[in-house]
């Protein structure tokens, strides 16, 4: 058990942004709530989830909507408190604690304001160790945990909270209610016992977001190739191409952001072009037309100035970049965890292989 | 024949320059920059004169290009005392105004408050103004600010909130009260707005005393005829008047200036410049004859706003930078300078430390000062340096770029003298007439804008008729601001819907810009 205040959440906005996997959006309104609450209610419990209790009662919290309203319409601070009242009367019990439902933007730090201000610990777990971008893409699912009671409320002060028969229904009623508040809203669903989240969660991402970040802070003044190095080995993920972002191709379609990014190599890469096609998060990468990472496995994009996480939506020309691979929680590679959010789920005709196997593939070609 | 007069006031030196009615540049003076900034003014003013003998009265405009804004956010200094309101409760009171401000900077609002009101993305109203509340507020802070800033939820989509609680704070605190409303301010996005607004508020005093100082140094020199400009940081120029409530919207023109001058001096639409002063080098990027605007929220003294600023690469190299050797033979160039102290510390000049500009000397490539100098320098010392200063312009050079064909390159800024004629990427180097003062240049050849902004019932008027409407009126606005007739150009337009707003609404924003005429 440790304590959560202001500088390990400038760590964890920095960490979490890049497990974000091009997705999640920009941490930066999270963080100034995460600020404000830590700074007005006290530094947030992190607690180990293997020490928590079978039967303990635990919630994710998250915001579901339009990253632009979010920016403009910021939360009130109370609408977790409505939220946690909800699901106690639901279950006739108090909540022993708080959860991230995923890494990356928004979502990563909203938790930790949460529990500043409920005064309840958070547990250093998430349901993706990533960020996907649909509601029943968690390893919850894998465990067959039902996303209701999904409770959600706004920051004028409505609330409600709805048993649906499936997670689509969920999603769908979700969708109707978020747009009805204004386009935003603050949401649990998941609520899971101590059991369910030691067996399901993706464990220690607060800790590993937290800990990333520090790495990027601590190591600045040395240049991102020793970044680079050392995030690697923390990591156990893989440098996949180093080039400078040579064309964006965007297409719309219905709420997601679909695009490919073609990339030149520089450095070591020099003269290989590489791809990365993304779904709001990036999906896989190609280097000379030989796929070398796919989903769900993580395809990272930092900036190599600077090492900060470069999201989908702030791809740009010239921009010269690191692409990076990271493993998946073990979970997604079952056959359940593939199901749901493997390589065909988003369209892409090919069988997963863990970024390992296709790593050493390349290697061994060479 | 009559006058345009730019001046630029930099760090380090305040660059004039004389351009013609039909935008030939006749003459230009760079001289240091003072710490009261006018006697700087006063004397490039004479010095530019003195050398180009004309009719004062034929100078009929005078532009100026300012980092005073940017200096006094940066160093903490005349700054006012603010009160902030925001209107928006229930909604955003999870995030306090200036949650992530530095200490001291943050110490400049002395009270905030966060009142119901505010909209929906749609211009629903998130919760009804409560003119009471607001009121007391007023109350309550009068006496202790000089200024008020005033942001709302979604004001960028309605302003109506804002505009209420304005009026109330001239009736509660005097018309003296200087006031920044966010809609006027930024665009989407309520935290950054409102950093800009709060920073707006708190140099109206630096805007007076510099727009007053800029007026009182022309009238002293006999410069009277002449309207008087500010530039902004899109390129384009405000009134007086405009920069007197607006004075956020001068910062940063520094960058646009020198690469909207390098333009003119090269008449290339398509470019790198690259801008060398004492301390720094900024590397931008001409586009169709504008600087390429960035993608990413600009911070200004550590505060993230929402203005969109030339996407330039800054690095630590410049006229004055520091030359050191390392004990393995590796050489090193800045990022520290001897700034404005060039002319006293650089060897050439008979210091003591060996400068970028010693290394330019030593290696034939400018004549400056005394020679003998540098002449026992090591050889091998001399040739790292310029490798090093040449891989420093070059990797920047090829970071900027959109694709790995070579492009033209313009070298601009009184430093540029300590960049090799060979730059791989580049496919031409042009140095032009004027390259140091290209700043003050781009300041005086700037347009001015008209500035529309409506909210618009599709169902009433269709939309291409509105569009039209929105551009014939902003067209007006920038005739009405100075610019001559037929020289117009419609340069931005947006359109953002109102959905399930009544009448299938949409807030239409038009810029449009033209030479002054």
Not at chain 2, 438 to 456: P, R
Request: proline share 4%; charged share 25%; glycine share 10%.
């Amino acid at each position: 058990m440790r304590y959560i205040g202001e500088e390990e959440i400038e760590d964890i906005a920095t960490g979490a942004a890049i497990l974000g996997a091009g997705g999640g959006g920009d941490p930066y309104v999270g963080k100034l709530m995460a600020l404000g609450a830590v700074r007005k209610h006290g530094k947030v419990k992190l607690i180990d989830p293997d020490s928590i209790a079978d039967d303990a009662l635990i919630i994710p919290v998250a915001m579901m909507g339009a990253p632009t309203v979010l920016e403009e319409k910021a939360c009130n601070g109370g609408e977790y408190i409505a939220l946690c009242k909800m699901v106690e009367d639901h279950f006739g019990r108090k909540i022993d604690a708080l959860m991230p439902m995923e890494a990356g933007g928004f979502n990563s730090l909203l938790p930790v304001a949460a529990a500043a201000s409920m005064g309840l610990p958070l547990v250093d777990v998430d349901g993706m160790g990533r960020a996907f971008p649909e509601l029943q893409m968690v390893t919850f699912t894998i465990g067959g945990v039902a996303a209701s009671p999904m409770a959600l409320a706004d920051e004028k002060g409505n609330s409600v909270i709805f048993n649906t028969i499936s997670n689509k229904w969920t999603e769908e009623l979700a969708r109707a209610v978020t747009m009805s508040c204004g386009g935003s809203v603050s949401v649990t669903l998941y609520p899971m016992n101590g059991k369910q989240v030691k067996e399901f969660g993706v464990k220690n991402i607060v800790t590993k977001s937290e800990k990333l970040g520090k790495t990027i802070r601590t190591l600045k003044q040395h240049g991102t190739k020793e970044t680079l190095k050392v995030f690697l080995e923390e990591t156990d993920g893989y440098a996949l191409f180093e080039g400078k972002i040579a064309d964006v191709r965007r297409e719309t379609n219905g709420a997601f952001n679909l695009g490919t990014i073609e990339l030149e190599g520089i450095e070591k890469y020099s003269g290989k072009k590489a791809q990365v096609e993304f779904q709001n998060e990036n999906l896989l990468c190609r280097v000379d037309g030989k796929i070398v990472a796919t989903v769900p496995d993580l395809v990272c994009i930092v900036d190599c100035e600077n090492f900060n996480a470069v999201t989908t939506e702030t791809l740009k020309y010239g921009k010269r970049i690191y692409v990076i691979g990271l493993p998946c929680y073990h979970l997604w590679r079952t056959k359940k965890g593939l199901e749901l959010a493997g390589p065909r789920y988003f369209g892409i005709d090919t069988d997963y292989k863990p970024i390992e196997e296709r790593v050493k593939e390349l290697s061994d070609e060479i | 024949m009559r006058y345009k007069l730019g001046i630029d006031v930099g760090g380090t030196n305040t660059d004039a320059v004389l351009i013609s009615e039909d935008l030939e540049v006749k003459g230009s003076v760079k001289v240091p920059t003072s710490n009261d900034i006018y006697s700087g003014i006063v004397d490039s003013i004479r010095q530019l004169l003195k050398a180009n003998p004309i009719d004062k009265d034929s100078i009929f405009q005078t532009m100026l290009g300012t980092t005073q804004c940017t200096n006094a956010i940066v160093e903490r200094k005349n700054l006012a005392p603010v009160g902030v309101i925001r209107l928006a409760a229930p909604a955003s009171t999870g995030i306090p105004p200036m949650v992530d401000w530095e200490t001291e900077l943050a110490s400049t609002v002395v009270d905030y408050y966060i009142a119901k009101g505010g909209y929906e993305y749609n211009g629903k109203e998130i919760n009804s103004f409560d003119e009471d509340e607001v009121r007391s507020f007023f109350r309550k802070i009068k006496g202790k600010v000089e200024s008020v800033a005033i942001s709302c939820c979604f004001a960028s989509i309605r302003n109506e909130h804002e505009k209420r609680a304005a009026k109330i704070c001239k009736e509660e605190m005097g018309e003296d009260v200087h006031v920044s409303i966010s809609s006027e301010i930024g665009s989407m996005g309520l935290i950054e707005r409102e950093n800009a607004t709060i920073l707006n508020a708190a140099l109206y005093k630096v805007a007076r005393s510099f727009t007053e100082g800029f007026q009182k140094s022309l009238a002293d020199e006999g410069i009277t005829k002449a309207n008087l400009y500010l530039s902004q940081n899109d390129g384009t120029l405000m009134t007086m008047e405009e920069a007197k409530k607006y004075p956020v919207l001068t910062i940063a023109c520094g960058p646009t200036n020198s690469i909207r001058g390098a333009n003119y001096l090269c008449k290339s639409d398509d470019a790198v410049v690259i801008d060398v002063g004492g301390t720094t080098t900024d590397i931008g990027v001409i586009l169709h004859g504008f600087p390429r605007q960035s993608s990413q929220a600009a911070e200004i003294g550590g505060v993230r706003t929402n203005f969109r600023m030339p996407d330039v690469i800054s690095i630590g190299l410049g006229g004055g930078s520091i030359v050191r050797q390392r004990d393995d033979g590796s050489v090193t160039v800045g990022p520290d300078s001897v700034g404005y102290k060039l002319t006293k510390k650089a060897l050439v000049f008979g210091g003591d430390t060996l400068t970028t500009t010693d290394i330019a000397v030593a290696a034939g490539m400018y004549d400056l000062g005394d020679k003998s100098k540098v002449s026992n320098l090591d050889p091998n010392l001399v040739k790292k340096a310029v490798s090093t200063i040449k891989a420093m312009v070059e990797d920047s050079v090829d970071a900027i770029k959109i694709s790995s064909d070579p492009v033209p390159v313009i070298l601009v800024g009184g430093g540029s003298i300590i960049v090799p004629e060979v730059i791989v990427g580049a496919a031409s180097i042009t140095k032009p007439n004027f390259f140091g003062t290209a700043n003050a240049i781009g300041s005086a050849i700037s347009k001015v804008s008209g500035n529309y902004e409506a909210l618009v019932s599709f169902d009433k008027t269709p939309r291409e008729e509105a569009l039209e409407n929105a551009k014939k009126e902003a067209t007006a606005l920038a005739l009405k601001a100075g610019a001559k007739e037929g020289t117009v150009e419609i340069i931005d337009v947006e359109d953002v819907p109102l959905a399930y707003y009544p009448g299938n609404t949409s807030r239409i924003k038009v810029k449009a810009a033209g030479d002054l005429a």
